[in-house]
């Protein structure tokens, strides 16, 4: 059994979601989260579950969550992205894939996603532009 460990739970909610224990997973990281609750690992791993759990409004709570605490992690916009892109917002989305961008210049994906965003709201020429940087 896991102790008063923070970092214990988040460990073992990842072997759970990993092995498809979605609910399983959750209820880690809210537990590392009661333990700890300044620890922005484990809002962004419960994010990502809930995102999983099709609870985009709640990954997006967990992500913001993450990113108050952690704000120079450049996945935590990244992820929080791609969620607001599911919910069709593209501009909340491009605005998340610009501070990613801005803080890992080499995260490849978040400027393919970012033209992704940007063609979806008919922005071509942003598109080629994201793309061919």
Known sequence: MITND???YVN???SKFEQGDIHGAI????????LNPDFAKAYFHLGA??????DKQGAISDYSEAIRLEPDDPYIYFFRGTVKCDLGDAEGAIADYDEAILLSPELV??????????NSLGNKLGLIRTVST
């Not at 579950?49 to 099709?54: H, M, P, R, T």
């Open 6 to 8: 923070a970092s214990g």
């Open 109 to 118: 994906t978040a400027y393919l996603c970012r033209g992704l965003a940007k």
């Open 27 to 34: 209820s880690d990281y809210a537990e590392a989260i009661r």
């Open 12 to 14: 073992r909610g990842k």
């Open 49 to 54: 579950a809930k995102d999983d759990l099709g």
